[in-house]
């Protein structure tokens, strides 16, 4: 209830609670579906699929990895962090109601050995295979949306491609599809340019941490790029949580999104009758349902 | 050109020029068309139609008003500002790809006269009389999406209504539908929170600043409103344009969402054939085609 009331206005006007028709049995919000997840609607996100990024600012950037949709670019990028590549670089672009990226300003930083220079474009995968698990709404730019293992995605059919929602994270390239390695990465911060999809390398979401890419100063150049000189949050370290000791790797669960929990949390997204709602959308589109996520 | 090329990665890969088949003629694109627009494809805002907040941090936000969609709310809003009501109130919610929200946080702050203290919900109109300009692609949330005199609209036939696109001004309320006055705005920061739509009297559009809305540290108690004690981004002034003097009033433009110029700006949009697209999504959604402003 608490969630319901105070979603855009902090103070319960106490009147309507007394002016309150008798309690019936009221549905459940989807704050409340999920708080009730039993434990096996949760699983564990791997250790080597999570990359943690900690800058200079004392915040750190965790990013869940989609090693199944990207798999060239996502062996590049665990080869920069285990190499430490990323350390010492900068978040170079604050581009409002669109992305900030990350990587290295000077572009001349060798990449080490193993990087496979050109990767294919990993930008849609055969639809084959693929447990798809379609949203149910229709969608404003693909055929249908739905989620695989977790991840938003759509498809036409004959393929599946991971979207462009707020939070996902992406591979900065040139003009050609095969001139982004993973050195320069993106985490989409505004209304979701779909645009975007099946022309990137999409490769994560960021779990946790976002406002340490979002509550930036926008860049003054062109497309949101800081102009040179002026300060850019650094990396300190990033690190995929399956290097580091044991007892240091974070866990992270994601809700599972072939459980009846997640369901009913997507029908609940799509159908608000908390009491603040006087009119339920009847709809839900892929990016205002990204499977809620929790850590320890 | 430069626009397309340097879209997510800063630098040109010079190879893919050298490398370059012989120069057709590309289509425009987006920025290139509205670059290109004649004078009478913009229409000046009304002065009475600007509200500008000056922040303490130095920082300007400039909100496009709706009247004709929130009259009631409107005209509050008039008058708190032309009262200066709003001034010395603070920035008291950032919430993290949702909305950041601003108001009087003591909530005891006496509103002045002729304040309609319990306005209509302004939520929607009647579709009749309204000029709707379909936008051509399917909407995610609402049988039909569109704009209405460069409003980002939905409709169902028989009502018309604002939509909760990123930069989307609303008024924060209580429970019941009466309980906001104006008294507390919001903009939209984030994926489009369009289950708000038809809940909420959405009353207008940032047109410039939204940085200093954006880029603020995210609340960190529930539903991200600032922890007691914690700095508040504090307005200084919130100034209607036309109650500034003449030579003080900013100017700012819109595009027309009747006229040709738009139509290929929506086309171009939902069909990028910049060198840098391999895909054209063949589609837009209503919150990636707000239509473009400029100022003097």
Redesign the interface.
Known sequence: M?HA?????????L???AAGVPSSPKPATPSEIVAAAPSEAWRAIPADQLLMIDLDTGQRVTIALAPDFAPVHIANIRILAQQRWYDGTTI???H??Y?T?WGDAT?KKPLPAGIIAQPP?E?DRDSKGVRFRPLG?????APEAGHVDGWPAARDGALTWLVH???MV?V??????D??TGA?L?AVS???????????AVVGRVLGG??AL?????GTE??G?YKEGAPRPQIVHARLASDLPKDQQPTWQILRTDTPTFTAWVTA??N?KD???????G??????ATPPVRTN
Do not use: W
């Open positions: 608490k009331l105070s979603l855009l206005c902090r103070t319960l006007p009147v309507a609670i170079n672009r604050v409002d109601n992305v990226q572009e474009a930008y709404y229709r969608d404003a730019y929602c707020y939070g992406g900065g390239r040139g003009l050609a599809p001139t982004g320069e993106y505004g209304h979701a340019p779909r645009h975007l999809d099946r022309n990137m976002m406002e979002t509550a930036l100063p926008r062109q497309l790029f997204r799509a608000r009491d603040f709602f006087i009119r339920p959308a709809s839900v589109d892929i990016c205002n």
